[in-house]
Every structure is written in structure tokens, then in C-alpha cells.
């Protein structure tokens, strides 16, 4: 058996003459989901920082980029399906990179769980209004969703690229509508609140503990973006287009964010957006745009529901693949179909979703444990990318000698977007930002898959956990590394 995803040359099926860095772009945008993040984060950040939510936003922004280029290095050098689990593997130690592949999948899993309802409320919100407030409604309607993007996501990347592509054009000009609409109404003094650059002081914020608060938020809003770097086998000039698309996703949050977050948040005032924390764009809209435009909100954030459900599917099934290649899932995750979709992965990661909708449906307590461990996936998003930026710094080590590029976004960048989400997730324990139980039900996640990897290292003898010592990898003379198979 061979011992690493490595060993396995990338697969080039015929989509990858066609999935370009736009299409890359689009699906790390779509699984951000400005405008469904926005939905339910708005009210979130501001009850945690006041009106100063633009600044986290910028704040987070480097460390963010950093990882972003951590990510791209690391792909020039090894272009993986495993991505952070395969380099991690390979910088570090097999049980890290297992688990940096665990905690990934629970974060795609779990967060495609987390959509699922979400998606049938608003479908019935917008069809069915009397409908709503039966959970056994939503939930059906969230199921059929599931099953349409996942037989998307089957029929190969760039038919699903063209549908989030058409999504993310939407909600953006819609998004971007309103944050102009916000600024204008700030701008004539006919918002809520009017604005104050007291916004912005660590005063108003709520000092320290409002900005980690917010800082939080912020990390949650941006996750996602990684999911361009795991269809880089199937990107066409996967090595660099994957990385180049990681870095615009990040470049395109951080715009679209701070500009629709300083409009927005001052057209309620607290109080009203707390009220409306559930439909708070909804809300906006009708002050700003008096009307039937609430519906076209609501559109905007069902299909940015929906393209984040279908990234968050493509992005798991291409994790699963990597890491049957190694023996550490199941086999048949490695079969693909005429597009060169892992479909075995694909469906498997739509059922699992589905399965956790009925449980939701059939169990208030099992609903509730699915939601602490949804809250949880913002605490274990910190601690991949951290891992990612250190397998970098550490790779990429020898490099920063080299020139200023090398030592500034190679070392500086990456090194102080390990530093950040490690001190976040340091920092939201130490605070009382994340509640004790959330902590548990990240800290228990990443136990049990620590478990898993002791059953199928010292039980199963897999061999990806004793893996040759082939060398280090070569570099060029540039002192970027590659890697040939």
C-alpha cells in the first residue's frame, strides 16, 4: 500500500481542461456565503462590538491573508486533493495532518448540517409562509435542497461553478445595494444612529473583551474561503490557480464585508436588530428600500444558503477522496464518475447531512447537541489554519533569507496568522467568549478523532502513520519548493 497521498499522482479528469481560476474564485467565495453569513451574523457582531464590527473585520483581514498565503505555498509545493491534511503530514506528523483532516471534514459536515434547515425556512418563508413553523416542513424542504445541489455537485465542477457563479453575482450586487443605500442614509442623517468615528475607539467596542468578541465573528465570517485549494486536482494549473483563488476569495471578504457591515448596522438601532437577529436583512431592507424588496433579499440569502451548502459538499468529498487514497477512509470515496466527480465521497457526505437533518427532526436534544457542535466549528476552523500557516512557516523555513518577498509573505504574513488564530482560540477560553460547553464539544471532536487515528494506526496498521523517510522535498532556485511525482 502506498503510504501517502503523495504516492497517488493527482487524477486529471476531463473537467480540469475547463475549471479555471474564476471558477475557483466562485467556489471559495460561494462557501464564505457573504450574504447567508451576513444574515446571521450581523446582529451577532454588533451585540458583541457595538458599531465598531467594520474594524474586526479589517483587524482579522492580515492574519487571514496570511493563512490565505500559507495555503498557496504550500500548494505551489505539494497540489493535493488532502491539502492541509496532507501537508501537515508531511511538515509535522501523521497524526496532526489525520486530524487536521478530521477537524476539516467536521467543519464541512457539520456546517452543511447547520445550512440545511436554514435553506427550507427561507424556501417556505418565500413560498409558503403558514408553513414555517413546522419543523417537519422545513426540514423536508431543506432535504430536497440537499439532494438538488448534491446532484449538481455530481455533474462535474464547472456545472456547479456556473450555478454559484450566477449566485454570487446576486447576492453581491444585491449586498452591495444595500450597504450604499446604508452609507447614503448615514451620510444624510437618516439612519438609526447617526455616525460617530466613537464607533471605532476601544471604548465603545466594549474594550478588550468586545473586541475578541468581535474578532471571533469576524474569523467565522471569513472561513470557508479555503474551499478553492481542494479541487486543485481538478483546477486547471491546479498548483497555482488554487492558491491564487484562496488569496482573491480572502481580498473580496474583507471588501464586501466591512463595506456591508458599516452601511447596514446602523439602519435599526441595537435594540431593533437584536429583535430581528433571525431576518435582520430582511428587515433592513424594507427601511431602506420600502416595498416588495424584502423578497429579493430573501432570494439573495436562500441562494447564497444554497451555493454554500453545495461548496461546503464539493469540498468534503475531495477531503474524503484524499484521505481514502491513504487507506484512512473508506475505499470506494476514491471512485469517480464520467466528470471526474468522486461520487462515492460526494453522496456519502449528502447522506451524512441528510441522516443529521432526521435526527434533528426526531430529537430536541440531538438538535441541540448539533447546534453546540456547529458553534464550535468557528474554534476548530482556528486551529487549521493555524496548523496550515506553521506547516508553511516551518516548511518554507530556509526560504526567507532568500529575498524581502520570501521573508515577508512567506515568514512574516503566514507567521502572524498562526499567532492570530492561535490567540483567538486561546483567547475566546480565556474571556469567556465561547462557552464552557461549546469548548467541550470542539475539545470532544477533536478527541474522537484523535481516537479513530490510534484505532486505525495501532489496530488496523494502517501504513499512512509510518510513513518511508523519503527526504525532505526538493526546492528551486527561487526557493520555492515542488514537489514531482
Known sequence: MPNSDRDHPPLKPSAAKSFGLGDAIVLGLSSSGP???????????????????????????????????AYQRLNVWDPRAGATYSWVARVFHPYLGFLCGWMILLYYTLGTSSLTIPAGSYTLDLLA??????????????????????????????????????????????????????????????????????????EAMGGMRGLMNGLLVACFMYSGWDAAIYVNEETRDGA??????????????????????????????????????????????????????????????LTGTLATLQAAVIAAARMSLAMSRDGVMPGVFQQRNAQGTPWAATVCMSGLNLCLLV??????????ALGNVAASLGLIACLFYGLTGAAAVWQHRATFRHSAQHFWLGGVLPGLGVVFMFWVVIESARSGATTPIILAYGAGSVGVGLLVALVLDRIYQIAFFRPANDGPAHHDTTGTDTHHD
Not at 492580515?62 to 498565503?69: C, E, Q, T, V, Y
Not at 453581491?172 to 464607533?199: D, E, P
Request: aromatic share 8%.
Open 35 to 69: 450574504a447567508q453569513t451576513l444574515a446571521v451574523s450581523l446582529a451577532t457582531l454588533v451585540a458583541a462590538c457595538g458599531l465598531g464590527g467594520p474594524l474586526p473585520i479589517v483587524v482579522c483581514f492580515l492574519p487571514m491573508l496570511g493563512i490565505a498565503l
Open 359 to 368: 435526527l434533528t427532526l426526531m430529537t430536541g436534544s440531538i438538535g441541540e
Open 240 to 301: 497555482h490557480n488554487a492558491g491564487r483563488a484562496a488569496i482573491a476569495s480572502v481580498v473580496i471578504l474583507v471588501i464586501i464585508y466591512a463595506l456591508s457591515i458599516f452601511g447596514l448596522q446602523a439602519v435599526l438601532n441595537p435594540a431593533e436588530l437584536a429583535a430581528h437577529a433571525g431576518n435582520a436583512l430582511a428587515v433592513i431592507s424594507e427601511r431602506l428600500l420600502p416595498g416588495p424588496y424584502r423578497s429579493v433579499v430573501s432570494l439573495a440569502v
Open 129 to 202: 409562509p403558514q408553513w414555517v413553523d413546522r419543523p417537519w416542513a422545513v426540514a423536508l424542504c431543506g432535504g430536497l435542497w440537499n439532494v438538488a445541489v448534491t446532484a449538481l455537485a455530481l455533474m462535474g465542477l464547472k456545472v456547479a461553478s456556473r450555478f454559484e457563479g450566477l449566485i454570487v453575482v446576486f447576492q453581491y450586487v444585491v449586498l452591495l445595494t444595500l450597504a450604499f443605500l446604508g452609507i447614503r442614509a448615514l451620510a444624510n442623517g437618516t439612519s438609526a444612529t447617526a455616525f460617530s468615528w466613537h464607533w471605532f475607539s476601544f
